[in-house]
Each structure stands twice: as structure tokens, then as C-alpha cells.
């Protein structure tokens, strides 16, 4: 069972993703998540079974309600597995399950990188707190994993990094970019710049923004379009100069990664951002700054020409200035990133190693909630786990077995 709060952006895809390759494998996959999202949508077109879990992004006076919404979704599904995805889903999940089911949480980007003082602090006693009832914490970087294991979030981890359909994405043609470009409405010889991801404070689309100014006055005909939505576009558009096209949000981004010369991601914090590979695959350079994950999913060698540091308007325009005009560098570097993702990053392998945690998870002993609540809990509904075999069957889960 997946449970996510986020309707949209990469962790929707990653939980569609995943879903559809389970289907694909014989299991029962079951998906909680914001009603008439993006992710609900996907979620029912792939096959799963689709149950409405509403919950706000934010902790808040609503989490009582949410816990207990989600309490009822877990104990009607009766899941084998609970997999947990960001920080949301992770915080009510975990309060439900405490241990009593395998429970995997997925961070996506630790909750303690958005925000500071004392919410940050309490953010990590949180996840220290929280880490005793997850039987696998899965990273998709390496550098996230090191951020836990830095802040002392005690848990058996596993990193995974982000897997993407490179065939979806890789069915370039020489002509690709100018069908992409004639099929959107954009201009074929202006050197195209294109940011997809949540308009958010998270994706630093403000930082690129800043930068803009300059890259226009040194990138003649250079366009900007930014690809998505969120709570920041308002005032991203009152900001923006009249040469950067906000689309709204977009089921597909592929035609965009076509049409672009470069593809630019100015994130705050990331776990490993799934639009640069993405864009990679479609055979487009890169320019990304430097959080978490984002080392990891380049090319190697080539960090010098599309890392920056983050937060950086000067280093950003630089960058860009450098690659946007020099579509045959761009290209090349696109090459490059394509053979890269195909190699390291496709959804089978990421389907593969998921399928591993869970087996971990089943087996990993972590602490089960004590205490009254725990126990009224258990005697009003005892949990019972069961595992849909390729069949159909319903086989006793060892946890079931435990819990009774």
C-alpha cells in the first residue's frame, strides 16, 4: 500500500511508477492520495486500486483527523506492506502503523532541509523518533542518506536512487525538437531555457528568475518557460519579465524536455530531483545546483559546466550564459546525460531494488508502539497483514502472525 499527501511532481511519479511495475509483477497495489490529484489519476490509469486520503502539506490542526482517516484506509486494505512517501504520509503513517506492520518510508528529501530555528529542530527529533517505526528508510541518494545519518535518524537504510522510463522519455528522432517546438508554439532558432517542477520555494525558481535579467541581456532571443504549478506562481508572475512562459500544470513534460536547448533546476533541497534525468533521457544538457543527489545523477566528469551552487543568481546566469547559446555543446552534453540514465537510472532496476527493501522490511525486527494507545488500538482492530500471492491467494504474513 503507498501512501502519499503530494499530488503532483516527481513523487507522484515515482509512486506511479512503482505502481504500475508491481501490477506488472501480480501484486495487489493499492494507492492512498489526495482525491482528484494528478497522482490519484495516474494511479487509476495504471491499475490501482485508488482510495482518497486527504491531508494538507503542512502539519497542522488537521493531522488528528488525518491519522485517523488513514488509520481507517490501512485497517480496510489490510496491507503487507506500507509504503510511506515524504514527509507528510511518513509523519501520519507512522503514527498509525508504529511498527506493528513492515513499513517503508521514503523521505524524498528529508522534512528538517525545508525549514529552520525551531521547526527544524523539532523536525529532526521527529525523525529520530519516527526512524524506530520504519523497517527500511529508503534514500535516493546517497547524499540523503548521509543527511540522516548527520542529523543521528537511526534506521535501517536502503538507497534507491530514482528510476525513470528512459524509453519514454529517449525516443528522440533528429527532428524531435523542432516537431516538440512547432507542436507547443514556440519559435524554432530561439535558444530555449525550460524549468519543470512545482512552483514552489523548494524548486528555486525565484533564484532563476534573478538570474534571468542577465542571461537575456547576454543570450539574445533567449526564452525562459517554466513548466508546473504550486503555491509560488503568483508571485513568480508578477516577478517575471515578459519573455518567460508559465504553462501551467502539465500531465506530461516530455515535449518540453524536446523543445528545450537546456533544461535548468535551481533547487533549494532534493533527495534526487527526477527532471534533470528525465530531461537527460530525452537527450537534453542540464544545468543543476548542488543538493543532495544531485552529484550523483550527473555524467561524471561534467559537473564543472552544469553544477552550480545553489542560491546563486550570478553562478546560475553564468552557467546558463555559457551552454543556452551553444545548442552543438548542449547536445552533446544531452548525449552524454542520455547514456548516463539509461545505464543508472531506469525504472526496472528502481522496481527491482524496491522489491528488495520490501523483502528486508519483512524481515527486520524494530520496535512496536507500547503503551495504552497501542494497546486499544490493537484490541479494537488487530492487525493483520496479509500477502496477495501471484495467484490471488491470501497467504499469513509473519507480522500478522506477530501482531497477534
Known amino acids: 500500500m503507498h501512501v502519499a499527501q503530494s499530488s503532483g511532481g516527481g513523487v507522484s511519479r515515482v509512486v506511479a511508477s512503482l505502481a504500475t511495475g508491481q501490477l506488472a509483477s501480480g501484486d495487489r497495489v493499492v494507492v492512498a492520495c489526495l482525491p482528484n490529484s494528478g497522482l490519484s489519476a495516474a494511479a487509476a490509469r495504471c491499475g490501482a486500486e485508488v482510495l482518497a486520503w486527504r491531508a494538507t502539506r503542512e502539519p497542522g490542526h488537521e493531522l488528528p483527523r488525518e491519522v485517523r482517516d488513514l488509520y481507517q484506509l490501512i485497517k480496510s486494505v489490510r496491507p503487507d506492506i506500507v509504503h510511506l512517501h515524504s514527509s507528510k504520509a511518513g509523519l501520519a503513517g507512522r503514527l498509525v502503523v508504529r511498527g506493528r506492520l513492515p513499513t517503508v518510508f521514503q523521505p524524498h528529501a528529508w522534512s528538517f532541509n525545508a525549514v529552520g530555528g525551531g521547526l527544524r529542530i523539532a523536525s529532526i527529533h521527529w525523525e529520530r523518533a519516527g526512524a524506530r517505526w520504519a523497517h527500511q528508510v529508503v534514500c535516493v541518494s546517497e547524499a540523503e542518506r548521509a543527511q540522516g545519518v548527520a542529523a543521528k ?23 524531435a525538437r523542432a516537431d516538440a517546438r512547432l507542436r507547443l508554439g514556440m519559435a524554432p532558432s530561439d535558444p530555449l531555457a525550460v524549468c519543470v517542477g512545482r512552483l514552489c520555494r523548494q524548486k528555486g525558481q525565484d533564484v532563476l528568475l534573478n538570474a534571468w535579467q542577465d542571461i537575456g541581456d547576454r543570450v539574445p532571443g533567449a526564452r525562459l518557460v517554466l513548466v508546473g504549478d504550486g503555491p509560488y506562481r503568483e508571485l513568480l508572475r508578477h516577478r517575471a519579465p515578459a519573455d518567460v512562459v508559465f504553462t501551467g500544470e502539465v500531465g506530461d513534460p516530455r515535449d518540453w524536455y524536446l523543445a528545450a536547448d537546456l533544461v535548468v533546476l ?25 543538493v543532495p543527489g544531485a552529484l550523483e545523477s550527473l555524467p561524471p566528469g561534467h559537473a564543472g559546466r552544469m553544477l552550480v551552487p545553489r542560491g546563486d543568481p550570478r553562478a546560475l546566469a553564468d552557467a546558463v550564459t555559457a551552454l543556452l547559446p551553444d545548442r552543438t555543446a548542449c547536445d552533446d552534453l544531452g548525449r552524454q546525460g542520455r547514456a548516463h540514465v539509461r545505464r543508472h537510472h531506469d525504472v526496472s532496476s528502481m522496481l527491482e531494488r524496491t522489491e528488495a527493501a520490501y523483502q528486508a522490511a519483512r524481515t527486520t525486527r524494530r520496535p512496536a508502539a507500547r503503551g495504552r494507545a497501542s494497546r486499544t488500538a490493537t484490541r479494537r482492530t488487530p492487525v493483520s497483514a496479509v500477502r496477495r500471492g501471484r495467484s490471488g491467494s491470501a497467504e499469513p504474513d509473519a507480522a500478522r502472525e506477530r501482531a497477534r
Open 153 to 175: 535518524v537511526a534506521a535501517p537504510y536502503t538507497v534507491i536512487p530514482n528510476g525513470i522510463d528512459v524509453d519514454h522519455f529517449g525516443l528522440t528522432e533528429p527532428a
Open 266 to 290: 535551481p533547487s533549494r533541497w532534493e533527495g534526487m530531483a527526477l527532471a534533470p534525468l528525465e530531461a537527460m533521457a530525452s537527450g537534453r544538457a542540464v544545468v543543476v545546483t548542488d
